[in-house]
């Protein structure tokens, strides 16, 4: 696609409620991070994916968190037993990561996950 | 640890005035540096990317500065818009990992 897509845009959940979150990456970008962004926070790293690779998990912040990614394709983010903490923007990036290059990152416009 | 710091934290300017974000790192070794901006409820943008080697480079109104050896960064913006209004965001990539270290942003109001 011409941009990073993600949805929904916006998610009013429950507490306890499991959620997911989609994101498409632009065509030909091997590298895809997630990242949260509290309400006047910065940027959070939660996960990253480079092609094949295995993905460094380091910044998912509890075994509620979870990612896939097929190849180089959609990846999801899934929240399990939701918590009022968990609310935030959570944005999705991709990269055409290649030797060398400089490793512009193309942000999604988020989804707004909010946790009654 | 790699940390990167933004100041000031927020910052309000009348339309037409100058203002300069500065960003300090510790990132090393040190890849690159990208100035981000984020318009409230989007994804960030990238503004301008700095290398090691380079000193100053400017993008319409806006210049960003590097200076390697003091670890700081700087983005000046010219003559400041009502469409300035967002969050400008640094973020370091580090040479070995390749990883990122994003600071908190700054967040410029321009007001009339």
């Known amino acids: 696609g011409a941009g990073v897509s993600q949805s929904p845009s916006n998610k009013v959940t429950e507490k306890g409620k499991d959620v997911e979150l989609r994101c498409d990456p632009i065509?030909?970008?091997?590298?895809l991070y997630w990242y949260r962004q509290r309400l006047g926070q910065g940027l959070e790293f939660l996960i990253y994916?480079?092609?094949?690779?295995?993905?460094?998990k380091s910044g998912l912040p509890s075994d509620r968190f979870s990612a896939e990614r097929t190849g180089e394709s959609v990846s999801t983010l899934t929240i399990q037993r939701t918590q009022q903490e968990d609310s935030a923007v959570y944005l999705c990036?991709?990269?055409?990561?290649?030797?060398?290059?400089?490793?512009?990152?193309?942000f999604g416009e988020g989804s707004r996950l909010t946790v009654l | 640890k790699n940390q990167v710091e933004q100041s000031p934290q927020s910052l309000i300017i009348l339309e037409g005035k100058n203002c300069t974000l500065q960003?300090?790192?510790?990132?090393?070794?040190?890849?690159?540096l990208r100035w981000y901006k984020q318009d409230t409820g989007r994804g960030p943008v990238s503004l301008t990317i700095?290398?090691?080697?380079?000193n100053t480079k400017s993008n319409g109104r806006y210049t960003a500065t590097l200076d390697a050896d003091t670890k700081q960064s700087s983005l000046h913006i010219t003559a400041s818009q009502l469409s300035d209004s967002a969050s400008y965001i640094c973020?370091?990539?580090?040479?070995?990992?390749?990883?990122?270290?994003f600071g908190t942003g700054t967040r410029l109001q321009v007001t009339l």
């Open positions: 960003c300090n790192y510790t990132v090393s070794p040190f890849s690159n």
């Open positions: 973020v370091v990539r580090d040479g070995t990992a390749s990883k990122l270290t």
């Open positions: 700095m290398t090691f080697s380079e």
């Open positions: 994916f480079q092609g094949n690779s295995a993905p460094d």
């Open positions: 990036a991709s990269s055409l990561r290649r030797e060398g290059g400089s490793g512009e990152l193309f």
């Open positions: 065509s030909g970008h091997t590298a």
